[in-house]
Antibody, heavy 122, light 111 residues
Framework: EVQLVESGGVVVQPGGSLRLSCAVS????????MHWVRQAPGQGLEWVSL????????LYAGSVKGRFTISRDNDRNSLYLQLNSLRTEDTALYYC???????????????WGQGTTVTVSS | QSALTQPPSASGSPGQSVTISCTGT?????????VSWYQQHPGKAPKLMIY???KRPSGVPDRFSGSKSGNTASLTVSGLQAEDEADYYC???????????FGGGTKLTVL
């Protein structure tokens, strides 16, 4: 069974930093592009970032570019998102998700974790 | 303001069909086959229902179907069931500078 489990969400002050993790199982992690998607309280979905299966391609939404960094460790079956220079508008539930098929840069988000909550507040 | 435009609400009675639209531009929906639809029940993670305009993942009932015409994509739910009541989001690839865009979501109510 494919499973994605996010962790690392906390309450942090504006300007602060934290790192989110996504531990995966049930599939060959090193073959799949992975995404981060967030959802602000009571709001819709916002694509945040993706990283290709081999880590060579990373892409970001304009709202987080230069502040967030996506990475992965294929040996540890783990995905990460480093969040720096946090703003109140970054407050959201952050989901990790996998592509439907191997070696696709972008098609869709086929399987989602349950999310981890980041709250940016003073 | 979301990049893709969806109606905020839609409704239908059990057994009926309902179609949800998703309007983009020639820079996203109109140019790429990477349109997807997600179902989200309250307090739950989104679930992929349709990808690449009209493909259904394994396990998604064939009551759910997708299509696209020009800059507008559509999700049709046939034979509405109570468990179909949820929020539905469309998404599209939008090119390498603005990769993934979502619609604002449509709340589907089964009357």
């Amino acid at each position: 069974e494919v499973q994605l489990v996010e962790s690392g969400g906390v309450v942090v002050q504006p300007g602060g930093s934290l790192r989110l993790s996504c531990a995966v199982s049930g599939f060959t992690f090193g073959d799949y592009t992975m995404h981060w998607v967030r959802q602000a309280p009571g709001q819709g979905l916002e694509w945040v970032s993706l990283i290709s299966w081999d880590g060579r391609t990373t892409l970001y939404a304009g709202s987080v570019k230069g502040r967030f960094t996506i990475s992965r460790d294929n040996d540890r079956n783990s995905l990460y998102l480093q969040l720096n220079s946090l703003r109140t508008e970054d407050t959201a539930l952050y989901y990790c998700a996998k592509e439907p098929g191997p070696h696709y840069i972008y098609s869709a988000m086929a399987v989602w974790g349950q999310g981890t909550t980041v709250t940016v507040s003073s | 303001q979301s990049a893709l435009t969806q109606p905020p609400s839609a409704s239908g009675s059990p057994g009926q069909s309902v179609t949800i639209s998703c309007t983009g531009t020639s820079s996203d929906v109109g140019s790429y086959k990477y349109v997807s639809w997600y179902q989200q029940h309250p307090g739950k993670a989104p679930k992929l229902m349709i990808y690449e305009v009209s493909k259904r993942p394994s396990g998604v009932p064939d009551r759910f179907s997708g299509s696209k015409s020009g800059n507008t994509a559509s999700l049709t739910v046939s034979g509405l069931q109570a468990e179909d009541e949820a929020d539905y989001y469309c998404s599209s690839y939008a090119g390498s500078n603005n990769l993934g865009v979502f619609g604002g979501g449509t709340k589907l109510t089964v009357l």
